[in-house]
Every structure is written in structure tokens, then in C-alpha cells.
């Protein structure tokens, strides 16, 4: 059975920095591609970030550009999302998917095995 556990949210002032990590259990990890993905309350959820399963193609919102850094430890089984420069508007709930021998494309309908999310509030 696919988990995957996301940590790392927290309280954090405008201009701080997070680190976001995602277990993942149940698969083969190295052939899955991993994404980020976000939500409001009253909005449909969107991407953040997305990782090929090769690890050689990220893609990242518009939004997050320059900012935020998605990475892999596929000897730990661990998604990472590092996430610095943080503004109010990134205030939400954050969620890890995978998807098996995918690429980069950050779609999610795309994902399944999603996590139950960790909770970033940036105040300003």
C-alpha cells in the first residue's frame, strides 16, 4: 500500500523559510515522479513543484520560481520541498503525491497517493 507523509509545515514570519519533507512508503520510489501541490479553503488545489521520476526535470509555478526548491533522496525515500523568500500568499495547505514513471508535468489529476498535508501560514 502506497503512503506518503508530509512534515515540516509550521508558523513562519513573511520572508522566512521552510523545509517541507515527504515520505514515501509501499513503492519503488526511484520510479516515481514526485510533486507539491497546494490549497486554500474555497480554491481548487494547485501545483507547486513537480520532480520527474529520473530526476532530471523539475518544473515550478510561476509563482514559486526563484524561490522555492523541490528535491529527492531516493535512498531515503524522501521528497523535499526547500522553501525560502516565504510570502503571505504562500499560506496553505501543502500536499506530496506521486505518480509512477512520470515526468515532470505538474497536472494534478495527473497524481494519485496523496498525503494528508502539512499546514504552512506565513504572517507578514
Known amino acids: 500500500q502506497v503512503q506518503v507523509v508530509e512534515s515540516g509545515g509550521g508558523l513562519v514570519q513573511a520572508g522566512g523559510s521552510l523545509r517541507l519533507s515527504c515520505r514515501a512508503s509501499g513503492l519503488r520510489f526511484n520510479v516515481y515522479a514526485m510533486g507539491w501541490f497546494r490549497q486554500t479553503p474555497g480554491k481548487e488545489r494547485e501545483a507547486v513543484s513537480c520532480?520527474?521520476?529520473?530526476?532530471?526535470?523539475?518544473y515550478y509555478a510561476d509563482s514559486v520560481k526563484g524561490r522555492f526548491t523541490i528535491s529527492r533522496d531516493n535512498a531515503e525515500n524522501t521528497l523535499y520541498l526547500q522553501m525560502n523568500s516565504l510570502k503571505s500568499d504562500d499560506t496553505a495547505m501543502y500536499y506530496c503525491?506521486?505518480?509512477?514513471?512520470?515526468?515532470?508535468?505538474?497536472?494534478?489529476?495527473?497524481?494519485?497517493?496523496w498525503g494528508q498535508g502539512t499546514q504552512v501560514t506565513v504572517s507578514s
Open positions: 503525491a506521486a505518480r509512477p514513471y512520470g515526468s515532470n508535468d505538474c497536472r494534478p489529476a495527473l497524481y494519485g497517493n
Open positions: 520532480i520527474a521520476w529520473s530526476g532530471d526535470s523539475t
